[in-house]
Antibody, heavy 117, light 108 residues
Framework: QVQLQESGPGLVKPSETLSLTCTDSGASVSSSNYYWSWIRQPPGKGLEWIGYIHYSGSTNYNPSLKSRVTISVDTSRNRFSLKVNSVTAADTAVYYC?????????WGQGTLVTVSS | EIVLTQSPATLSLSPGERATLSCRASQSVSSNLAWYQQKSGQAPRLLIYDASNRAAGIPARFSGSGSGTDFTLTISSLEPEDFAVYYCQQRGNWPPFTFGPGTKVDIK
């Protein structure tokens, strides 16, 4: 069964903010056992790690995206979110959320976000 | 930032053959390396974590080895469902948790 589900707009205009949410139905985002991550994959290309958040609220981001990215957690709704500011066409990708510890063992199905006017 | 290099880029093999995939890091990541399998149109699946530990539910034909800068994923006897793209990811020296460019295992 699908334990992680991404949701959000599939089309974002250039210079605007991309916002996605990932709802976890298999574990509590308040658990100390896991990190909750975002990873993306441009069409036909490889994987790029965006960042993660821990239950404590601590975050780590890819330095190449750090100035534009925010990951936050909503424990009341058991979900976590991704915001990417000032998007360009280069941000077009399938965005995955994932849960893990020593590796990302559980992934969402992914959602395609296209940046276009 | 640590750069991961995977070789070969493409590996053409027949079912039943042994597959050996390489991942090299630009500096030591100790044993903090994971391997993922990705089939077309699907999310990646964790195969190996901490260089040599199989994730839950992963068949024994998948094994990982190595430490420091050189790592290997071995598939002892390829099954039809194993033809896919394989990525390594370092989790030892972060951020970021970089991925390698991938090795495609296709049918010969």
């Amino acid at each position: 069964q699908v334990q992680l589900q991404e949701s959000g707009p599939g089309l974002v205009k250039p210079s605007e903010t991309l916002s996605l949410t990932c709802t976890d139905s298999g574990a509590s985002v308040s658990s100390s056992n896991y990190y909750w991550s975002w990873i993306r994959q441009p069409p036909g290309k490889g994987l790029e790690w965006i960042g993660y958040i821990h239950y404590s609220g601590s975050t780590n981001y890819n330095p190449s995206l750090k100035s534009r990215v925010t990951i936050s957690v909503d424990t009341s709704r058991n979900r976590f979110s991704l915001k990417v500011n000032s998007v360009t066409a280069a941000d077009t990708a399938v965005y995955y959320c994932a849960r893990g510890n020593r590796g990302d063992a559980t992934w969402g199905q992914g959602t395609l976000v296209t940046v276009s006017s | 930032e640590i750069v991961l290099t995977q070789s070969p880029a493409t590996l053409s093999l027949s079912p039943g053959e042994r597959a050996t995939l390489s991942c090299r890091a630009s500096q030591s990541v100790s044993s903090n390396l994971a391997w993922y399998q990705q089939k077309s149109g699907q999310a990646p699946r964790l195969l190996i974590y901490d260089a040599s530990n199989r994730a839950a539910g992963i068949p024994a034909r998948f094994s990982g080895s190595g430490s420091g800068t050189d790592f290997t994923l071995t598939i002892s006897s390829l099954e039809p469902e194993d033809f896919a793209v394989y990525y390594c990811q370092q989790r030892g020296n972060w951020p970021p948790f970089t991925f390698g460019p991938g090795t495609k295992v296709d049918i010969k």
